[in-house]
């Protein structure tokens, strides 16, 4: 217990000073301020922009950011499908596999493109080197700028006065990648490497067993994928069983430095608001509440899985904590921490099997995504999502104390809660139509291993995984399949797209207003009633959506199994 105490302590500590730190690194460096130790970069920065005809001085309005948005990711969408249709006759396949499912194919490139990372296949037994790096991998690194470059354009709203322009959309994907992701990617792959990380372009090894037999063990360029996957809160694995591959995830420190690479880059967009609004307690409140969602969810988590399963207690199977599909090596607490950690962001690595979870600690997980991943959510998308948060929050206050809301000097009209509630519930109501879809066709129902309430939770999860743009999965459910890939794809784009759309919109309109000075009469937005407020308006949203499907699901599993 006081190992475990220790480690909370040194993670918790890490991701503040962490997030601080690189925080205020990408205020400065998303704002143009790079620093002397950085300008030997800048003639390589001017050289993407000559080569892609781009004029960085110019400047964008909401729909011109939003149209380039679009396009840069249809394009990256068209090239991965592609990609993995021709992969059979391309180079750097060593192990000959074939071209990739038309299906299978589609909802991939939807999942890398949207930042979900949902796998419906087994990494090393369908996708090429070629195809990891070159698709996968490059996707990682543009979903997660696409996602900063969003909510850049948010916090210029909020910053800018009387002005339609948010910035430019390619200096702001440039920047991020460039500055941001590959020098910390590089970092973390380096440190993946040293502790047994594999990255090769060697064949799939063949050895024999200890029973004379013959094993096939794949290897690859895991390790650099590995890196981008959990900082860019992508988390595809290179392999099926994505973190909890001993090639992946070796040992209790790469386990430390992958769930802090979860974390690290939702912790510091937190506090590049607060920089780049020059207000900072701004920020810490709004990682105050964040941190207060994390760890509601995450002693939610563990006390269920140290109950134990009774069904196996009373089989005389296992006696204390639930280790049915957690690794040896990390046990209950790590594989706990991992699994809140990637379904409060969108991150959706696993190292253990969400399926084997305790019915209470899977709704966790469900509850986790539902809600928008808000604690800390994806990069930049999760401050976004908090963001519309805030503001139907601050519509509530407004309304009881009878005055107009606002939040950072701007006020809040129609057209700003209406995007919030749009951004707040489109992906909502796609995600339970999805999940009653599926619940109601023979197609839906066929792919299942499990009946009853656990059959639910499993179509559940997916569907939360899907329109969260999380990717994490209970496994139990075969998703490979011609139904799922369609309809869990349109779940992804929807809950990408109507989370980003919406902001950018919101940001054109907030730009365009004044800025108001504080008076005695504005409600306080860096004090703990803000905090308290804020953190309600999620649980009790969350509460009120899901409350029907999670009773007939995991709450009814867990009464049953304790019957």
């Given at each position: 217990?006081?190992?475990?105490?220790?480690?909370?302590?040194?993670?918790?500590?890490?991701?503040?000073?962490?997030?601080?730190?690189?925080?205020?690194?990408?205020?400065?460096?998303?704002?143009?301020?790079?620093?002397?130790?950085?300008?030997?970069?800048?003639?390589?920065?001017?050289?993407?922009?000559?080569?892609?005809?781009?004029?960085?001085?110019?400047?964008?309005?909401?729909?011109?950011?939003?149209?380039?948005?679009?396009?840069?990711?249809?394009?990256?969408?068209?090239?991965?499908?592609?990609?993995?249709?021709?992969?059979?006759?391309?180079?750097?396949?060593?192990?000959?596999?074939?071209?990739?499912?038309?299906?299978?194919?589609?909802?991939?490139?939807?999942?890398?493109?949207?930042?979900?990372?949902?796998?419906?296949?087994?990494?090393?037994?369908?996708?090429?080197?070629?195809?990891?790096?070159?698709?996968?991998?490059?996707?990682?690194?543009?979903?997660?700028?696409?996602?900063?470059?969003?909510?850049?354009?948010?916090?210029?709203?909020?910053?800018?006065?009387?002005?339609?322009?948010?910035?430019?959309?390619?200096?702001?994907?440039?920047?991020?990648?460039?500055?941001?992701?590959?020098?910390?990617?590089?970092?973390?792959?380096?440190?993946?490497?040293?502790?047994?990380?594999?990255?090769?372009?060697?064949?799939?090894?063949?050895?024999?067993?200890?029973?004379?037999?013959?094993?096939?063990?794949?290897?690859?360029?895991?390790?650099?994928?590995?890196?981008?996957?959990?900082?860019?809160?992508?988390?595809?694995?290179?392999?099926?069983?994505?973190?909890?591959?001993?090639?992946?995830?070796?040992?209790?420190?790469?386990?430390?430095?992958?769930?802090?690479?979860?974390?690290?880059?939702?912790?510091?967009?937190?506090?590049?608001?607060?920089?780049?609004?020059?207000?900072?307690?701004?920020?810490?409140?709004?990682?105050?509440?964040?941190?207060?969602?994390?760890l509601i969810s995450l002693g939610a988590a563990l006390i269920a899985e140290n109950q134990g399963n009774p069904l196996s207690e009373r089989a005389g199977i296992a006696h204390g904590v639930n280790m049915e599909g957690k690794e040896m090596r990390f046990g209950v607490f790590h594989s706990v921490i991992w699994a809140v950690a990637t379904t409060a962001t969108s991150n959706g690595s696993v190292n253990s099997m969400h399926d084997s979870f305790m019915p209470l600690a899977g709704l966790v997980c469900m509850f986790n995504m539902g809600i928008g991943e808000v604690a800390f959510g994806g990069v930049g998308v999760g401050l976004i999502s908090m963001i519309f948060y805030i503001i139907l929050?601050?519509?509530?206050?407004?309304?009881?104390?009878?005055?107009?809301?606002?939040?950072?000097?701007?006020?809040?009209?129609?057209?700003?809660?209406?995007?919030?509630?749009?951004?707040?519930?489109?992906?909502?109501?796609?995600?339970?139509?999805?999940?009653?879809?599926?619940?109601?066709?023979?197609?839906?129902?066929?792919?299942?291993?499990?009946?009853?309430?656990?059959?639910?939770?499993?179509?559940?999860?997916?569907?939360?995984?899907?329109?969260?743009?999380?990717?994490?999965?209970?496994?139990?459910?075969?998703?490979?399949?011609?139904?799922?890939?369609?309809?869990?794809?349109?779940?992804?784009?929807?809950?990408?797209?109507?989370?980003?759309?919406?902001?950018?919109?919101?940001?054109?309109?907030?730009?365009?207003?004044?800025?108001?000075?504080?008076?005695?009469?504005?409600?306080?937005?860096?004090?703990?009633?803000?905090?308290?407020?804020?953190?309600?308006?999620?649980?009790?949203?969350?509460?009120?959506?899901?409350?029907?499907?999670?009773?007939?699901?995991?709450?009814?599993?867990?009464?049953?199994?304790?019957?």
């Amino acid at each position: 217990m006081i190992n475990l105490c220790i480690y909370s302590l040194f993670l918790g500590l890490s991701l503040v000073f962490g997030g601080i730190l690189i925080g205020r690194y990408m205020a400065n460096i998303l704002t143009g301020n790079k620093g002397k130790f950085l300008t030997w970069l800048t003639p390589f920065e001017n050289l993407l922009y000559r080569l892609a005809y781009i004029d960085a001085g110019q400047e964008m309005n909401w729909k011109t950011y939003t149209w380039a948005l679009l396009a840069f990711n249809g394009i990256g969408l068209v090239f991965l499908f592609a990609l993995q249709l021709v992969q059979g006759i391309l180079p750097l396949n060593p192990d000959h596999l074939k071209s990739v499912r038309w299906d299978t194919a589609l909802n991939t490139a939807v999942s890398f493109m949207t930042n979900t990372n949902w796998q419906s296949y087994s990494g090393e037994t369908t996708m090429s080197y070629l195809t990891q790096m070159l698709g996968l991998t490059v996707q990682n690194f543009l979903s997660a700028a696409t996602g900063i470059a969003a909510l850049l354009a948010v916090i210029r709203g909020f910053i800018r006065k009387n002005t339609q322009l948010l910035g430019n959309f390619w200096v702001d994907l440039t920047r991020t990648t460039l500055y941001v992701l590959l020098p910390l990617s590089i970092i973390l792959t380096v440190l993946l490497i040293s502790q047994g990380v594999v990255q090769t372009f060697q064949p799939a090894i063949s050895a024999e067993t200890l029973e004379g037999g013959r094993q096939t063990i794949a290897v690859g360029p895991a390790a650099s994928q590995i890196a981008i996957k959990q900082i860019g809160s992508n988390g595809g694995g290179f392999f099926n069983v994505n973190s909890a591959h001993p090639f992946e995830n070796p040992n209790l420190f790469t386990n430390f430095l992958e769930t802090f690479a979860i974390l690290w880059l939702p912790t510091a967009c937190v506090f590049m608001f607060g920089y780049m609004l020059k207000n900072q307690k701004q920020g810490n409140v709004i990682f105050a509440v964040m941190l207060m969602l994390f760890l509601i969810s995450l002693g939610a988590a563990l006390i269920a899985e140290n109950q134990g399963n009774p069904l196996s207690e009373r089989a005389g199977i296992a006696h204390g904590v639930n280790m049915e599909g957690k690794e040896m090596r990390f046990g209950v607490f790590h594989s706990v921490i991992w699994a809140v950690a990637t379904t409060a962001t969108s991150n959706g690595s696993v190292n253990s099997m969400h399926d084997s979870f305790m019915p209470l600690a899977g709704l966790v997980c469900m509850f986790n995504m539902g809600i928008g991943e808000v604690a800390f959510g994806g990069v930049g998308v999760g401050l976004i999502s908090m963001i519309f948060y805030i503001i139907l929050t601050m519509f509530l206050a407004g309304l009881m104390i009878g005055r107009t809301p606002e939040f950072l000097g701007k006020k809040l009209g129609p057209f700003e809660m209406v995007m919030a509630m749009i951004a707040l519930l489109a992906p909502i109501v796609a995600l339970l139509i999805i999940a009653g879809i599926a619940i109601a066709v023979p197609e839906g129902l066929a792919s299942l291993n499990n009946t009853g309430a656990h059959g639910l939770s499993e179509i559940l999860y997916a569907a939360s995984s899907a329109c969260g743009n999380n990717g994490s999965a209970f496994a139990g459910l075969n998703a490979d399949t011609r139904f799922y890939n369609i309809l869990l794809g349109i779940g992804m784009l929807v809950g990408r797209f109507a989370t980003i759309l919406p902001a950018l919109a919101l940001a054109g309109s907030l730009a365009e207003k004044k800025l108001i000075p504080t008076t005695q009469a504005t409600f306080p937005t860096t004090g703990a009633l803000f905090a308290i407020m804020v953190a309600a308006v999620v649980i009790i949203m969350g509460a009120l959506t899901f409350f029907p499907f999670y009773s007939l699901g995991p709450i009814l599993e867990h009464l049953v199994l304790y019957r």
